[in-house]
């Protein structure tokens, strides 16, 4: 079992839909990672947090901390959003991340 | 800032060849790291800097595979001799290590292609 598990590995929805992305964690952790990753193209840090929410625009982070679990929220959904969403766990202690294996997100318009 | 750079972009090498990486990171930044990507694994850490200094290279693959930072503004990820399975998207990464509040910037990434 990966120690950063996401689902749903892929998921197509409509534009406009509100979209869910899970993240279950089994390791202690510092930090949570969200990351974006457009086809062909680099990788770009979305949020960092610890415990609680975080909003930025239309993307929103969760995390529950006593059920290693996190949430990534898009809403009013577009297509430009489409793309590979990937949860880090930044493992207690030290600077590694651990890496989910990534959702492909597909919107389409 | 220009963010972290990278180079190549691409690079297509001969098996056997040495291939170097190269990453420059944010100024002021005093870690950096070196991720492979690949379809299979997806991202995995290779090694990690904390002040020039090689703190994790757990993830390195085997002798093959060298990484450096002679200063603060320069890494260099070095494989000899290469082979195919060595074909990845190679990122860099630097972030500000300051206790409990730091995030990570990475580079475009190398596509480095290995026939």
């Known amino acids: 079992k990966n120690e950063v598990e996401q689902s749903p590995q892929n998921l197509t929805a409509q534009e406009g839909e509100f979209i869910t992305i899970n993240c279950s964690y089994s390791?202690?952790?510092?930090?949570l990672h969200w990351l974006q990753q457009h086809p062909g193209g680099g990788i770009v840090s979305l949020f960092m947090l610890s415990s609680g929410k975080k909003k930025h625009g239309r993307l929103i982070a969760t995390i529950n901390i006593q059920e290693k679990h996190s949430s990534l929220h898009i809403t009013a959904s577009h297509p430009r959003d489409s793309a590979v969403y990937i949860c880090a766990a930044q493992l207690q202690g030290a600077q590694k991340l651990v890496f989910g294996q990534g959702t492909r997100l597909t919107i389409n318009p | 800032d220009a963010g972290v750079i990278q180079s190549p972009r691409h690079e297509v090498t001969e098996m056997g060849q040495e291939v170097t990486l190269r990453c420059k990171p944010i100024?002021?930044?005093?870690?950096l790291f070196w991720y492979r990507q690949t379809m299979m694994r997806g991202l995995e850490l290779l090694i990690y800097f904390n002040n020039n200094v090689p703190i994790d290279d757990s993830g390195m693959p085997e002798d093959r595979f060298s990484a450096k930072m002679p200063n603060a503004s320069f890494s260099t990820l070095k494989i000899q001799p290469s082979e195919p399975r060595d074909s990845a998207v190679y990122f860099c990464a630097s972030s500000l290590f300051v206790e409990s509040n730091y995030g990570y910037t990475f580079g475009s990434g190398t596509r480095l292609t290995v026939v």
């Open positions: 390791v202690g952790i510092s930090a």
């Open positions: 100024s002021g930044h005093n870690s």
